[in-house]
């Protein structure tokens, strides 16, 4: 059951600036999540606030925005971090440190996204077929960007990819890079070869003509701009991955204000303006908020958990 905001109150606690905290470098689907939350709230009416500032804090995709803000905002009531399915993957592995899903508060998914595999548009992959042949044949030759280490979300996704196809994920050779945006630049000036990302990522970088879509990894082909692009399991692997992107604060924000919170957002995915936003910034529906939104959490985190496991990541 999803919470509603308290009946006489609509603005969270101070009326100044928020700050959306991106854990990544600017460019990819973190950020896209923080500028939907920015629009989102600076178009709903009612007390909502305005002036929405986003800030970036790169480093061990989300350790250290993570890190951060659990030593000094712990207790902060205006600042959001955004989170994806691959931070839930990365607390499952432990790469938090100790961190648990209940030490945050979780406010809000604002919409679903789905993985990728792409390469640039002049490439000599046209299918994803073509990309495991060459894989098979010569994977030393094929240089792939991830965002992250490996273990990461988009690293897991490729791997489990390949091995659906009959690929050794030992052989693959990655570049660990700091967010989407950093991926997709590193393939577009010739420093890797394919992308495993997300959807969201692509539909920006392929309106530009530079990136072609091999596969993406959802259930059905989605609409928008990459409606042409076939599933992985049209080509004949079976592999589905969707991400939750959302945002959460500090362990310590008052509980009147955390509700506060929880209503504005609910408010606000209901608009039809948000509606339009969200599928702008290429997400898909995907709402929840709070005590529901931290059950489901917490079940991802122990699903990602057994996924990891299965190739010898969890700490």
């Known amino acids: 059951m999803l919470l509603a905001a308290p009946a006489a109150t609509?603005?969270?606690?101070?009326?100044?600036?928020?700050?959306?905290?991106?854990?990544?470098?600017?460019?990819?689907?973190?950020?896209?999540?923080?500028?939907?939350?920015?629009?989102?709230?600076?178009?709903?009416s009612g007390g909502a606030p305005r002036d929405v500032h986003i800030s970036y804090v790169p480093g061990g995709i989300g350790a250290v925005a993570w890190h951060s803000l659990m030593t000094q905002r712990r207790a902060d009531p205006n600042t959001l971090v955004v989170f994806s399915g691959g931070s839930l993957l990365n607390l499952a592995q432990g790469k938090f440190g100790k961190a648990k899903a209940d030490d945050v508060r979780w406010v809000a998914a604002l919409g679903a996204d789905y993985g990728m595999i792409a390469v640039r548009s002049d490439s000599a992959y046209k299918t994803l077929g073509d990309l495991v042949a060459a894989l098979k044949k010569h994977p030393e030759k094929v240089l792939i960007g991830v965002s992250g280490t490996i273990g990461s979300q988009d690293w897991l996704k490729i791997a489990l990819v390949m091995r659906t196809a009959g690929v050794d994920p030992k052989v693959l050779r990655f570049v660990a890079l700091e967010g989407g945006g950093e991926a997709f630049t590193a393939m577009d000036a010739g420093y890797v070869h394919v992308v495993s990302g997300d959807a969201s990522e692509a539909t920006l970088y392929a309106a530009n003509g530079k990136t072609r879509v091999l596969a993406v990894l959802s259930e059905q082909r989605l609409p928008g701009v990459l409606a042409a692009v076939p599933t992985a399991r049209e080509q004949g692997v079976d592999v589905v991955w969707p991400i939750i992107r959302g945002v959460w604060m500090g362990p310590h924000v008052p509980e009147a204000d955390y509700r506060q919170w929880v209503g504005v957002f609910e408010r606000m995915m209901a608009t039809p303006q948000f509606a339009q936003a969200r599928a702008a910034y290429g997400l898909y529906p995907f709402a929840l908020t709070g005590d529901a939104l931290a059950d489901y959490v917490r079940k991802a985190v122990d699903d990602y958990g057994r996924r990891a496991s299965e190739f010898g990541l969890v700490r």
């Open 10 to 44: 609509a603005a969270p606690a101070a009326a100044g600036r928020v700050e959306c905290i991106v854990p990544s470098k600017p460019g990819g689907a973190m950020d896209l999540t923080c500028k939907l939350a920015q629009k989102g709230l600076q178009a709903l």
